[in-house]
């Protein structure tokens, strides 16, 4: 999907909203390569998303940069301001979408040298409808759509509950195959990639409502059963 950018009467913030648009496509794209290589288990395709993480980091330097050169210019109006704090906050959201999708392509390649697994597809469903998340908030964002914003960030809490029962299911299955522990743990941990992508998507939800009103969201994210989140710590460095 390509995201056009916004129709904003500044130029360098226009120019800005472009770079974002771009970065946002090639970050979706690498989701969706990272969800289909760990479905196929197909290694050569796991390595081009762990390489192509460099140019997501590029990407968002990139628009460091120019957020800052915008702000040395001078004030800006009160929506321009609203739309460089947005990009900014929204950018860095999707380096990390970068990276999980990149861990995920890390943990595939080990993956790929075991058996096969069943809660495999589970956590394939979970990957897809991480990707259906971040799509639906880059949408609102092409669209400036408030609503579908609204419900990117009202819907949190289904990804919550769709990590809770694979992780459910993936320790079922590990007490029942001690000889694939290391793999379990792998998946556990690709899937608590994709509940945290999701978090990203909520997060950019809640700028883009910000950049569209000058109010944010609240308080009160939906969230779904943490019983999973005190049990491991799920951390990708």
Avoid at 174 to 196: C, G, P, Q, W
């Amino acid at each position: 999907m390509v995201i056009a950018a916004q129709n904003i009467p500044s130029k360098p913030v226009n120019a800005l909203e472009i770079e974002f648009s771009q970065m946002a496509a090639f970050v979706e794209t690498q989701l969706g390569e990272a969800i289909l290589a760990f479905e196929r288990r197909d290694v050569a395709a796991a390595e081009r998303v762990i390489a192509a993480d460099k140019k997501t980091d590029a990407a968002h330097r990139a628009i460091d940069d120019h957020v800052m050169a915008i702000l040395k210019k001078g004030p800006l109006d009160e929506v321009s301001l609203r739309q460089v704090m947005s990009v900014l906050k929204m950018a860095a959201d999707l380096e990390r979408v970068g990276d999980l999708a990149k861990n995920v392509a890390k943990r595939t390649i080990v993956i790929s040298r075991e058996m096969p697994i069943r809660s495999i597809p589970g956590v394939v469903r979970m990957g897809r409808a991480s990707l259906r998340q971040l799509s639906d908030v880059l949408n609102a964002y092409n669209d400036a759509s408030l609503n579908a914003a609204t419900a990117v960030w009202g819907g949190d809490d289904v990804l919550d509950e769709l990590y809770n029962s694979i992780f459910r299911e993936i320790m079922m299955e590990m007490m029942t195959d001690s000889s694939k522990t290391s793999a379990y743990t792998h998946l556990v941990f690709i899937a608590k990639n994709f509940e945290r992508i999701g978090d990203h998507a909520t997060n950019l939800a809640e700028a883009l409502h910000y950049q569209l009103t000058g109010a944010g969201l609240g308080d009160a994210r939906p969230k779904g059963d943490e019983t999973s989140e005190r049990i491991i710590a799920a951390r990708d460095d």
